[in-house]
T-cell receptor
Framework: AQKVTQAQTEISVVEKEDVTLDCVYETRDTTYYLFWYKQPPSGELVFLIRRNSFDEQNEISGRYSWNFQKSTSSFNFTITASQVVDSAVYFCALNPLDTGFQKLVFGTGTRLLVSP | ETGVTQTPRHLVMGMTNKKSLKCEQHLGHNAMYWYKQSAKKPLELMFVYSLEERVENNSVPSRFSPECPNSSHLFLHLHTLQPEDSALYLC??????????????FGPGTRLTVL
């Protein structure tokens, strides 16, 4: 079965705090891609990062960093020094490739609220 | 216009009405998708089109009828909907369907309320 679990429904932090959003996935595929998307109040999902299953290097992009650990099937997302503009719903998604084409399996999302 | 646009942004309809949602992508992509986003649930993939051909119908009731007249436009025709169909309907596009690395670009969605 293909599944993505985001156990944190909602997180509230104060500006400048660091925050980590958890993502745990399940798949039997050996080749797959993992994604993070951000959904601000305007509604559209904004692509943040893509990671393939053979690349376990952590990635940092500005205040964002991602920790991919195949051993624990996790792909966690950390925002350093959070800002009010980071307030949004964040989705982790899995593309298991067993269908041979793009078929994203999404988690239920984590709502992040950053207050001033 | 850039990216993926959707109209209308909000729609209220009765159960006996017929309406259509429109999606247009300005990215030169060949694949388009419809998703349903309900509260407290993961995004559900409804339909996938590649070069105007439907390649996936994810057990969606027939009261939802997609149409893809060309690779830039995607419609979702609605008729005799139920209140539980109220949700945010998101359209997305990607370069194509190959592999798994192409990210999908999403529109802002249509917030549908069925009375």
């Amino acid at each position: 079965a293909q599944k993505v679990t985001q156990a944190q429904t909602e997180i509230s932090v104060v500006e400048k705090e660091d925050v980590t959003l958890d993502c745990v996935y399940e798949t039997r595929d050996t080749t797959y891609y993992l994604f993070w998307y951000k959904q601000p109040p305007s509604g559209e999902l904004v692509f943040l990062i893509r990671r393939n299953s053979f690349d376990e290097q952590n990635e940092i992009s500005g205040r964002y960093s991602w920790n991919f650990q195949k051993s624990t099937s996790s792909f966690n997302f950390t925002i350093t020094a959070s800002q009010v503009v980071d307030s949004a719903v964040y989705f982790c998604a899995l593309n298991p490739l067993d269908t041979g084409f793009q078929k994203l399996v999404f988690g239920t999302g984590t709502r992040l609220l950053v207050s001033p | 216009e850039t990216g993926v646009t959707q109209t209308p942004r909000h729609l209220v309809m009765g159960m006996t009405n017929k309406k259509s949602l429109k999606c247009e992508q300005h990215l030169g992509h060949n694949a388009m998708y419809w998703y349903k986003q309900s509260a407290k649930k993961p995004l559900e993939l409804m339909f996938v089109y590649s070069l105007e051909e439907r390649v996936e119908n994810n057990s969606v009731p027939s009261r939802f009828s997609p149409e893809c007249p060309n690779s830039s436009h995607l419609f979702l025709h609605l008729h005799t909907l139920q209140p539980e169909d109220s949700a945010l309907y998101l359209c997305a596009s990607s370069q194509d369907l190959s592999g798994g690395s192409n990210e999908q670009f999403f529109g802002p969605g249509t917030r549908l309320t069925v009375l």
